[in-house]
């Protein structure tokens, strides 16, 4: 079943909105404390000589994800913080309020390695139950358990392990301009929390993009996967230049730098879907040119999912050779920097 958008707005509207939050949304005694165990830890990397990175966009299953395990990881790595966010789960879909409190969970236990985020928007919780599951989304807020939302897919194709699964279920299209994105970005904009979008670069997709964005110029949005292109000949418009452009236009928009190696294939197309690389391995001058532009618009993240949190040693070595090719300041900028503005409106340090 899919939703109208008049649906969608009508099944919002009986949840009391957010009048007066603060920044960031969460109670400000509870943020504090966790910005300064998050600070304390950065510290101690930094430190270290260590150049600690925050993850803002990884995902599990909370049924099956071992958080001493992950934060171990981290902790050998040098990792930062990490936003994991719980995908939608059968169990949770059969709830009468469709939240996951994950977030509250991983602060409990590792307080300092987690962020706490909302769940992730995947179908079907994001057309059948579309509006209970943004409801509970808005609750989380309300409750102070966030500071964040989590990664909405719009259009998404099947991730290269799933292709080549013949895995279908995430082979999503729904529109950015319609109910469900209009309240996405009016919750940002109530909120102030920002919220991730998965949204695969095609040229018919764009013309949505901005105008979402320019119509909700206080909606913080962080679209994920810089220049990851899984089919060339439907991106034209894309390049460093649109980009370039689009920063420039929209102070609202942010992107995140989970992609692939150079050598990163995606199987349907048989092509190289990160084009950020030359083939030789090192970022493309022009993409490091848009960065060093806008340094305060790129945001760290792995991009971890439940079927490959075992490869955290490999998606770390990906982002680390990539902030190794960013300008001395950009690169702290980019790794931890930037995320801790949006987080908690300061700058870090």
């Not at 980009?243 to 609202?252: A, S, Y």
């Not at 990906?318 to 700058?347: C, I, K, S």
Request: proline share 6%.
């Amino acid at each position: 079943m899919t939703i109208s958008r008049r649906q969608l707005l009508a099944g919002l509207a009986a949840v009391p909105l957010l009048r007066t939050l603060p920044v960031h949304a969460m109670a400000a005694s509870a943020r504090q404390t966790l910005k300064d165990g998050y600070a304390r830890r950065l510290k101690g990397l930094l430190a270290d000589g260590a150049l600690p990175y925050i993850d803002l966009e990884s995902s599990c299953n909370s049924r099956q994800v071992d958080p001493a395990a992950v934060a171990a990881a981290m902790d050998r790595l040098k990792i930062g913080m990490m936003a994991l966010s719980a995908d939608p789960n059968p169990q949770m879909l059969a709830q009468p309020e469709l939240y996951d409190p994950l977030a509250a969970r991983l602060v409990q236990e590792f307080p300092q390695h987690f962020i706490p985020v909302g769940n992730g928007g995947q179908e079907p919780a994001t057309t059948d139950q579309a509006t209970p599951f943004l409801a509970a989304q808005q609750a989380a807020a309300e409750r102070h358990d966030i500071l964040m939302f989590g990664e909405y897919e719009f259009r998404h194709y099947p991730s290269p392990r799933q292709a080549r699964r013949g895995d279908e279920d995430r082979d999503s299209a729904i529109a950015l301009d319609g109910p469900l994105g209009e309240s996405l970005f009016a919750l940002s904009e109530k909120t102030g929390l920002a919220f991730q979008i998965h949204y695969e670069i095609e040229d018919a997709l764009l013309h949505a993009l901005e105008q979402m964005l320019a119509r909700y110029p206080k909606a913080t949005v962080i679209w994920c996967h810089l220049a990851q292109i899984r089919y060339i000949e439907r991106a034209s418009r894309y390049s460093p230049a649109y980009v370039n452009d689009l920063l420039t236009r929209f102070p609202n928009l942010y992107f995140d730098t989970a992609f692939g190696s150079a050598k990163s294939v995606y199987p349907v197309s048989g092509q190289r879907q990160a084009r950020v690389w030359n083939d030789g391995g090192s970022l493309k001058s022009e993409w490091r040119d848009v960065i060093a532009a806008h340094p305060s618009r790129f945001v760290a993240a792995l991009d971890l999912g439940q079927d490959r949190l075992d490869k955290i040693d490999t998606y770390d070595g990906h982002l680390r050779h990539f902030l190794a090719e960013l300008p001395d300041g950009v690169r702290q900028q980019v790794a931890y920097g930037n995320a801790w503005r949006l987080l908690f409106g300061e700058t870090f340090g």
